[in-house]
């Protein structure tokens, strides 16, 4: 039930196009989910979030769709760029007030090729 | 100025040896974590701690030692370090708990 399930592994887009990341989750307590990107030797940056009561959510290049009854989320980067290219993980966040605490997905290798 | 910083960036010790990782953050943020990422890129939380107070211990063996002197500043010490403890360590904070969390550049531990 604590577990965020991502796929897939890895991905190799061409640039210009449109990649796509799916995560599910148990937990229907979670009640917060981000998507982080991590470059080589970096820490994960936080990208976008979304919490349950929106089914979309968009930054620039970067939406997130979240359908609460499948219990899914999934980033999409629209226009995929070189830059892009990096390991995106998923998240989600039990509520417990003060013991709230970030689980993360599995990760996903993004190669935008160009 | 950067945001979370820890030190060092790579530490390469013997097995049996213990070291301490250092994390400082200037954000003003209340909470801070320590974060594992294995070979295969999983992050795992290890520990949490709220205004310098431990609040999450993700059952990591006792020879991991965290310890909040102030709320910038998180440190984690390990005792008789093992093959199986290498791994890169991100120490993280945010404003509240589980909620945009800002990670530090990493610390990549190899045990020999």
């Known amino acids: 039930q604590q577990q965020v399930k991502q796929s897939p592994q890895s991905l190799i887009v061409q640039k210009g196009g449109i990649s796509i990341i799916n995560c599910a989750y148990e937990?229907?307590?979670?009640?917060?989910f981000p998507w982080y990107q991590q470059f080589p030797g970096k820490g994960p940056a936080l990208l976008i979030a979304?919490?349950?009561?929106?089914s979309e959510k968009k930054e620039g290049r970067f939406t997130i769709s979240f359908n609460k009854s499948a219990k899914q989320f999934s980033l999409h980067i629209m226009d995929s760029q070189p830059g892009d290219s990096a390991t995106y993980f998923c998240a989600a966040r039990g509520y417990g007030g003060a013991t709230n605490k970030l689980i993360f997905g599995t990760g996903t290798l993004l190669a935008v090729q160009p | 100025d950067t945001a979370v910083s820890q030190t060092p960036k790579y530490l390469v010790t013997q097995m049996g040896n213990d070291k301490s990782i250092k994390c400082e953050q200037n954000?003003?943020?209340?909470?801070m974590y320590w974060y594992k990422q294995d070979s295969k890129k999983f992050l795992k939380i290890m520990f949490s701690y709220n205004n310098k107070e431990l609040i999450i211990n993700e059952t990591v063996p006792n020879r991991f030692s965290p310890k909040s002197p102030d709320k910038a500043h998180l440190n984690l010490h390990i005792n008789s370090l093992e093959l199986g403890d290498s791994a890169v360590y991100f120490c993280?904070?945010?404003?509240?708990?589980?909620?945009?969390?800002?990670f530090g550049s990493g610390t990549q531990l190899s045990v020999l």
């Open positions: 993280a904070s945010s404003p509240f708990p589980g909620e945009k969390l800002f």
């Open positions: 979304i919490r349950p009561d929106v």
């Open positions: 937990n229907t307590a979670f009640d917060y």
């Open positions: 954000l003003g943020h209340d909470t």
